[in-house]
């Protein structure tokens, strides 16, 4: 199956009436990605993730429905030198390249509040439409990983 109709199937089994806003006026889903830092390979590190609810975590990717709101909170679970936030925490993009370093979010994904500690992170996703985005999340020291988010 190639991967954008594998992203269509995936996304006819998420849209089963979850998640929250959109254009009914309804509180953003709250979303919570504890982040696992794996051994560093470089500054580049492979990173676990458990999410809650877990429904939105399948096959190696967050997956959210389109039309939706979103608050995902990041939480490091510090590990192998990873500890905190670098000062631009989270950058994504449309597609299966990377993001930059220093690119930051772009719409309809928006850094939201800081709160809860050094090691949370929240990031606001309003009305997405159907996509594959590639995001980088920029830790302490230059560390960094590269997951991806599929918004069905």
């Known amino acids: 199956m190639d991967e954008q ?77 990873v500890n905190g936030w670098a000062e631009a925490p989270f950058g994504n993009q449309s597609g299966l390249g990377c993001p930059a370093a220093a690119q930051g979010p772009t719409p309809p994904f928006g850094q939201g509040p800081a709160g809860g500690g050094p090691a949370d992170m929240t990031v606001e996703v309003r009305s997405p439409t159907r996509s594959l985005n590639s995001y980088r999340l920029n830790f302490n020291d230059g560390y960094y990983c590269d997951p991806i988010i599929v918004v069905g």
């Open 5 to 81: 109709a594998t992203i269509e199937s995936k996304g006819q089994e998420m849209s089963r009436g979850k998640g929250g806003g959109g254009a009914g006026g309804n509180p953003p889903t709250q979303i919570t990605v504890t982040v696992n830092p794996r051994n560093p390979n470089g500054k580049e590190v492979g990173c676990g993730f458990g999410v809650a609810p877990p429904q939105y975590y399948q096959d190696g990717a967050i997956w959210l429905d389109a039309g939706q709101d979103y608050d995902i909170k990041f939480r490091i679970a510090a590990a192998n030198g």
